[in-house]
């Protein structure tokens, strides 16, 4: 696409250089890592820069937003920037936002920059695309200073027939050139997306994935990473998934002589169905990132109340994001007590993340990226009701008595014996108490509860 020629790398160096040190994603996560606050991102996107910028002026002014989002359209996503281009004048000609996004490629680093000195907090391109690579030439160039990525993680979670080969390939592109521009003084930071499918993701599973793609991009020279978890619901098992994936990432990061690599949190706010009514919504975004404050996350991604109904408006997002600034405001002195019920979850989310990662460098011979092909190809990386049509699909989750997620079926995962039994008894709780089989029927039950304003399916 045209804009791409705009795109020189010494000449953005020289503009980066200009820009304030607190709009850069990487230095205010560090800060706020050693601080132990919780940042806040929301998540947004329209199509015309002039009302971009006004939305991003009351995220940052109304909603009291740390890092500010840049949602990308269907099309940005897909490449097909000449749709993303008819787009843009059919919202002009309609006078409303007819994309799903903001076309970052189509307004190239002239528009890109215009946002950037229009605001003040640092940017982020949200992608969920296999290929971001001409996006984040242009962003990088603009000020932008993060990214959700993922070489295994983006098939598993937002495409149908992307060749594995290819999606890692392309984040390996990205990561190489957001090293490049940290080597020259405007570090990048890599948000390691864990929503996957959003449906019923035993914490492991996410685990298994991020961990593995934070160690291929650092291995291209990325200092930054912030492995994301996906909220659960369970408080005791958030605040367990959420401590684990900080300790093994660093410690898989020492074990691949990546120690330098400077490694935060991100929570995500529930990836499921949303319930449609608001109140309802307000109270699981609180409740989720009382999770993450308490987990100590580093960042919170945080869901709107009109989640269930369609695209956003920005009134809506700086709501959720005042609801989660007054939790995070009100939890930041306490501290969540040690428990034998969360020793008990902490162990064994950490014996079955450290089971799966090491059969997958096992398979790899050493390679996090081979072993990740092999481990997809015989099931060891597997995960319920993905999309992408290479995986097996064959683990099987739901809810116990108290909510959290246990493998119901799983599938050819690498889980210890003493996990798998485990799983199986606290379901075996569930369906004593109510009378009814561990079967699909308990799966699908669970998968609407949450959107129906309940934890637990009936």
Same mark, same amino acid.
């Given at each position: 696409?045209? /804009? ?6 010494? *000449?953005?160096? !020289?503009?980066?250089? @200009? ?9 205010? #996560? ?8 919780? #940042? ?5 996107? =329209? ?7 006004? =939305? ?16 990308? $359209? ?24 007819? #994309? ?33 690579? #001409? ?13 959700? &990525? ?5 098939? @598993?979670? +937002? ?22 521009? /940290?080597? +020259? ?5 890599? %948000? ?114 009109? *989640? ?29 007590? $040690?428990?034998?019920?969360? !020793? ?7 014996? %079955? ?14 390679? =996090? ?17 993905? &999309? ?11 809810? $116990? ?8 079926? +799983? ?7 003493? !996990? ?22 308990? /799966?699908?039950? $669970? ?12």
């Amino acid at each position: 696409w045209p /804009t791409g020629q705009e795109v020189q790398l010494e *000449e953005a160096v !020289a503009y980066l250089r @200009t820009l304030p040190p607190h709009q850069n994603q990487a230095q205010l #996560l560090k800060q706020a890592l050693t601080e132990g606050r919780t #940042l806040m991102q929301p998540r947004a996107g =329209v199509a015309l820069i002039d009302e971009w910028i006004k =939305v991003l002026l009351e995220l940052q002014d109304d909603g009291e937003a740390d890092v500010l989002p840049t949602n990308l $359209d269907s099309y940005t996503r897909e490449n097909n920037y000449q749709m993303a281009e008819l787009g843009i004048e059919e919202s002009r000609r309609e006078g409303r936002n007819m #994309l799903n996004g903001f076309p970052v490629v189509n307004y190239g680093i002239q528009g890109c920059r215009r946002v950037r000195e229009a605001v003040d907090r640092p940017l982020v391109v949200r992608s969920g695309a296999a290929d971001s690579r #001409l996006v984040m030439e242009i962003a990088w160039a603009s000020g932008f200073s993060d990214v959700p &990525c993922g070489g295994i993680i983006m098939p @598993t979670s +937002h495409h149908k027939k992307v060749a594995l080969a290819d999606s890692i390939r392309n984040w390996q592109y990205v990561a190489r050139l957001g090293a490049w521009y /940290t080597e +020259h003084g405007w570090p990048i930071n890599h %948000e390691v997306y864990g929503g996957l499918s959003g449906t019923l993701v035993p914490p492991s599973i996410c685990l298994s994935y991020i961990i593995i793609d934070s160690l291929i991009q650092a291995a291209q020279g990325i200092k930054f990473v912030s492995p994301g978890y996906t909220a659960t619901g369970n408080l005791i098992q958030d605040v367990a998934g959420v401590r684990v994936l900080k300790r093994l990432a660093d410690e898989y990061m020492a074990r691949f002589d990546l120690a330098d690599v400077t490694v935060s949190t991100t929570f995500y706010q529930w990836m499921g169905a949303f319930p449609h009514d608001p109140a309802r919504s307000y109270a699981l975004i609180c409740w989720n990132t009382m999770a993450a404050v308490l987990g100590g996350a580093t960042q919170v991604i945080v869901k709107s109340v009109q *989640e269930a109904t369609g695209l956003p408006t920005a009134q809506a997002n700086a709501q959720a994001l005042r609801a989660t600034k007054a939790v995070i405001t009100m939890l930041c002195n306490q501290k969540f007590p $040690d428990s034998p019920e969360l !020793a008990q979850e902490t162990h064994y989310i950490e014996i %079955e993340t450290r089971a799966i990662v090491d059969r997958v460098i096992e398979l790899g011979d050493g390679d =996090v990226v081979v072993g990740a092909g092999r481990a997809f190809e015989s099931g060891v990386l597997d995960c319920p009701f993905s &999309c992408w049509l290479p995986i097996a699909n064959k683990v099987m989750p739901a809810r $116990d008595a108290n909510g959290a997620i246990r493998f119901l079926d +799983h599938g050819n995962l690498p889980l210890p014996a003493e !996990a798998v039994k485990f799983h199986r008894s606290q379901l075996e709780i569930r369906s004593r108490q109510s009378g009814k089989p561990l079967d699909y029927d308990l /799966t699908v039950a $669970d998968v609407f509860a949450v959107s129906e304003g309940r934890l637990i399916g009936r």
